[in-house]
Every structure is written in structure tokens, then in C-alpha cells.
């Protein structure tokens, strides 16, 4: 059975940093091209960043809105995916998921950025 | 980036009525298009990949058509689960883009 559990989820100030954890497992990741979704408090959906396997030189993509803040890494010997998040800000406030394929989703960390 | 335009925005339709929601792109997406079902408290479900593709174990109810930039799902005989969010997404090109959503609502 897959599955993805996203951890690391908190209340922080403005200008902190935050790091989600993915953890997998039923699938082999290290073949995954795994991804970071987050839905804000609108209930509004955006696709926050991508990663892609070994055999794609672990490629890395971003929303304009994260890039030079988040940073999505991998460790295949874990079957983990992360989101380093610096410099937060209030708008970053959101429900996030991990997610492999489209199909497989975490059941979500909540971040919240408030003074 | 790739502007995702969805309507409308809630919808309440009877039970065993035939809905449709659609979805407009600001440019060609080729049939690079997912449907997802929402309910409260819950992760996204795919329903349809690949603008018309039915994703494995829902319901034959359910269908995706269109091409280009015009997209549609439509909802055979609602039933009361079906009651959601729905949302469209564009994964052909970076940055990947998400419909605002629909709400679906039985009258």
C-alpha cells in the first residue's frame, strides 16, 4: 500500500524557517518524480515545487512564488522527500502535500506564518 | 504561466442530474489535464488524467472531454457522494496550474 506522510508542519513568524518531511513507502521511490502541493486557507490549490529521480540528475522546479525561498530535496535511502522553506511570509500560510504521480497524496501538514 | 479558467464556481444540481464543469486554458495545454475531487477535511482524488483518461476505480459516472484550451468534466446521475470540490490542473507545462475550483452542492 502507498503511502505519504508529510511532518514538520507549524506556527512560525514571518522570516523563519520551516522544514516538511515526506515520508514514503509501497512504491519505489528512488524511480519517483515526487512533488509539494499546497492549498491556502482560500482552499485554493497551487503546485509549489517538483523533483525528479537519480536518472534525471534530481532535477528541481518551483513555483515564481517559492523560488530562491524553498528548496525540495530528496534522500532515496529514506524514501523521503522535503521542503526546506526560508524567509517565510504570511501568504505562505497553507494546507501542504506531498505528492507522487498526481495519483498518491499525504494527508497534509499545516503551515501557519503570524506574528 | 499558464492561466487555469474554471466554472463556475459552485454549483447545486439534484440528485441523478448530469452536471458539467469546465475548464479554459490561456493557451494549448495538449491534453496535459487532471480532474480532482475534494472533500472536506481531505487530500485532492484524481479522477481523470489526460483530459479524458478515467483514473483507476471511480466511478463510470464520471468523464473528461475536451481539447486545446477548453476542457471539460461532466458528472453522469449525481449521487449524494458526490457532493465536492472540484478542481481542475494543467501539467504540461511548468509551473504546473490549478483551477480555482467548483462546489458542487445537491439542491
Known amino acids: 500500500e502507498v503511502q505519504l506522510v508529510e511532518t514538520g508542519g507549524s506556527l512560525v513568524q514571518p522570516g523563519k524557517s520551516l522544514k516538511l518531511t515526506c515520508a514514503t513507502s509501497?512504491?519505489?521511490?528512488?524511480?519517483?518524480?515526487m512533488h509539494w502541493v499546497r492549498q491556502s486557507p482560500e482552499k485554493q490549490l497551487e503546485w509549489v515545487a517538483q523533483?525528479?529521480?537519480?536518472?534525471?540528475?534530481?532535477?528541481?522546479y518551483y513555483a515564481e512564488s517559492v523560488k530562491g525561498r524553498f528548496t525540495i530535496s530528496r534522500d532515496d535511502s529514506k524514501s523521503s522527500v522535503y521542503l526546506q522553506m526560508n524567509s517565510l511570509k504570511e501568504e505562505d500560510t497553507a494546507i501542504y502535500y506531498c505528492?507522487?504521480?498526481?495519483?498518491?497524496w499525504g494527508q497534509g501538514v499545516m503551515v501557519t506564518v503570524s506574528s | 504561466d499558464i492561466q487555469m479558467t474554471q466554472s463556475p464556481a459552485s454549483l447545486s444540481a439534484s440528485l441523478g442530474e448530469t452536471v458539467t464543469i469546465e475548464c479554459r486554458a490561456s493557451?494549448?495545454?495538449?491534453?496535459?489535464l487532471a480532474w480532482y475531487q475534494q472533500k472536506p477535511g481531505k487530500s485532492p482524488q484524481l479522477l481523470i488524467y489526460?483530459?479524458?483518461s478515467l483514473h483507476t476505480g471511480v466511478p463510470s459516472r464520471f468523464s473528461g472531454s475536451g481539447s486545446g484550451t477548453q476542457y471539460s468534466l461532466k458528472i453522469n446521475s449525481l449521487q449524494s457522494e458526490d457532493v465536492a470540490s472540484y478542481f481542475c490542473?494543467?501539467?504540461?507545462?511548468?509551473?504546473?496550474?490549478f483551477g480555482a475550483g467548483t462546489k458542487l452542492e445537491l439542491k
Open positions: 490542473q494543467q501539467y504540461y507545462d511548468y509551473p504546473y496550474t
Open positions: 493557451e494549448d495545454i495538449y491534453n496535459g
Open positions: 505528492n507522487w504521480a498526481w495519483d498518491y
Open positions: 489526460n483530459a479524458n
Open positions: 509501497g512504491f519505489t521511490f528512488s524511480n519517483a518524480w
Open positions: 523533483i525528479k529521480a537519480k536518472s534525471n540528475n534530481y532535477a528541481t
